[in-house]
T-cell receptor, first 110, second 120 residues
């Protein structure tokens, strides 16, 4: 059974700082790794998807990496902004379904 | 495009009552999912479907039933609601991800806005 862990559970940083969110998974036989953002009271919004054959993906100030051999993924956010404040979730994808971590709640302080 | 639409958005039930949550997607996605989200527990998969007429159990299927009679709709039923089913329910849809190197699981999931259910 796939288990996904995200550390830390919460993170507070000053505006402008670069930061890294961590995700680890127990079953390296994932098909892809997805990162999502969730704002309070809202659904999830997809940020990045990394196929199992890829090492990283980038979108704007976001960069996600995947190391299947160690069971780890990181989400790097450059030059953080208050609008980045949200909960970030990662998920490991089996053939059809995704298993989610509990998320990291990020607060960016102006 | 509406994307994924969930109805109702809020509902209060008494223990033992039944209800159905409806999820509709207009993206012609093959895969559909029902998750529940609880504080401290994260998102947990209840049931999923990989195509019209097919359903499968996820991590926490007990107390729920599902049906996918039409490709665009995925229904989640609670036959006899219990307080432990108080939660926020999310529906999502996706499709198979293929690239030059083969199959890579479900593509990016599109989520609905959620349905908040309270069972008294």
């Amino acid at each position: 059974k796939q288990e996904v862990t995200q550390i830390p559970a919460a993170l507070s940083v000053p505006e402008g700082e670069n930061l890294v969110l961590n995700c680890s998974f127990t079953d390296s036989a994932i098909y892809n790794l997805q990162w999502f953002r969730q704002d309070p009271g809202k659904g999830l919004t997809s940020l990045l998807l990394i196929q199992s054959s890829q090492r990283e993906q980038t979108s704007g100030r976001l960069n996600a990496s995947l190391d299947k051999s160690s069971g780890r993924s990181t989400l790097y956010i450059a030059a953080s902004q208050p609008g980045d404040s949200a909960t970030y979730l990662c998920s490991g994808a089996g053939s059809y379904q995704l298993t989610f971590g509990k998320g990291t709640k990020l607060s960016v302080i102006p | 495009n509406a994307g994924v639409t969930q109805t109702p958005k809020f509902r209060v039930l008494k223990t033992g009552q039944s209800m159905t949550l409806l999820c509709a997607q207009d993206m012609n996605h093959e895969y559909m999912y029902w998750y529940r989200q609880d504080p401290g527990m994260g998102l947990r998969l209840i049931h999923y479907s990989v195509g019209e007429g097919t359903t499968a159990k996820g991590e926490v299927p007990d107390g729920y039933n599902v049906s996918r009679l039409k490709k665009q709709n995925f229904l989640l039923g609670l036959e006899s609601a219990a307080p432990s089913q108080t939660s926020v329910y999310f529906c999502a849809s996706s499709y198979p991800l293929f690239s030059g190197q083969g199959f890579f699981g479900a593509n990016v999931l599109t989520f609905g806005a959620g349905s908040r259910l309270t069972v008294l």
